[in-house]
């Protein structure tokens, strides 16, 4: 019997994913934002708001980076400080958001055409085989935690890419609201996850409603390909680092983070990169 099989017989398992090339091949934003494109052709480009987006956090990166810099010279790197240049991101995204809230630019678009635009993203290999085989682990749940834009975007994409639903799988997102009257998008947003620590308070909170189900905290499982994962990479059992995301690897040097090397400061907590799906279940089980 496997490691996490025998570790699913004392206590459950949360296996957390986040979305955006995590699973998928690539970002999915602009694909949201072109669903309603065509409604509105006359408003403005998406590539303005990404435009706004970049001059915001250059403006962030250059207030953080002689700080942090400071510290890499001094060899005084903490996690504290990594929270705080993460946390410190939340004025950039709520003005994103913002931005696209007052413009209106995701208005008018049903749940069905979010879910069948999802449809369309593709995911990487593997990561259907390796979702299906966690979702038949006794007592193993399965979530994706997401700073996207739609739910039902998301659903299309499992649902096209051959994840199975049987048991469901619970998607935890920002969302779009929608007019009760007409069933459309009103282009506002539910601003539910934002930043890095909002993804960790999700799952904090799966993991206390499992606690209280099964006497135990869960056994952490947690897959991120960004640095907005990395506090929820680093606070798992398990953490797969997705790709080639340099600015994690730079925080994990920072850090003194090693791959596939348990930190027997921290109950053995262990970071690996993954390079592929194919060698997911053997790392997950074997951790």
């Not at 935890?172 to 282009?187: E, H, I, P, Q, V």
């Not at 680092?241 to 090397?261: R, Y």
């Amino acid at each position: 019997m496997s490691a996490l099989k025998h570790a699913a017989v004392r206590k459950s398992v949360l296996l957390a994913l986040d979305f955006d090339k995590t699973l998928t091949v690539a970002d999915t934003f602009n694909a949201i934002a072109s669903v309603a494109k065509h409604k509105h052709p006359n408003k403005r480009d998406f590539r303005w708001f990404t435009d706004k987006y970049m001059e915001d956090y250059a403006q962030h990166e250059s207030h953080w980076s002689p700080i942090i810099h400071k510290h890499a010279e001094n060899k005084s790197v903490t996690r504290s400080l990594m929270d705080q240049y993460l946390e410190s991101l939340r004025q950039v995204e709520n003005a994103s958001l913002e931005r696209i809230r007052d413009y209106k630019i995701l208005a008018g678009v049903s749940r069905v055409e979010l879910y069948n635009s999802g449809r369309q993203a593709l995911f990487q290999p593997g990561v259907a085989d390796v979702i299906n085989y966690f979702l038949r682990v006794p007592n193993c749940h399965v979530c994706v935690i997401s700073v996207n834009w739609s739910t039902d975007f998301i659903q299309g994409a499992l649902d096209a890419n051959g994840v199975s639903n049987q048991p469901p799988i619970s998607v935890y997102c920002n969302d779009l609201k929608f007019s009760k009257r007409t069933g459309l998008s009103t282009g506002t947003m539910y601003p539910r996850l934002v930043v890095a620590s909002d993804k960790v308070a999700v799952i904090e909170t799966q993991r206390e409603v499992l606690a209280s189900r099964y006497d135990s905290k869960p056994r952490l499982v947690y897959a991120g390909d960004s640095l907005t994962d990395l506090p929820a990479l680093l606070s798992a059992d398990v953490g797969l680092f997705v790709g080639q995301n340099d600015h994690v690897a730079k925080w994990c040097k920072l850090l003194d983070v090693e791959f596939s090397k348990p930190r027997f400061d921290e109950n053995d907590k262990t970071l690996h990169h993954l390079l592929g799906w194919g060698s997911a279940i053997d790392i997950i089980e074997n951790s």
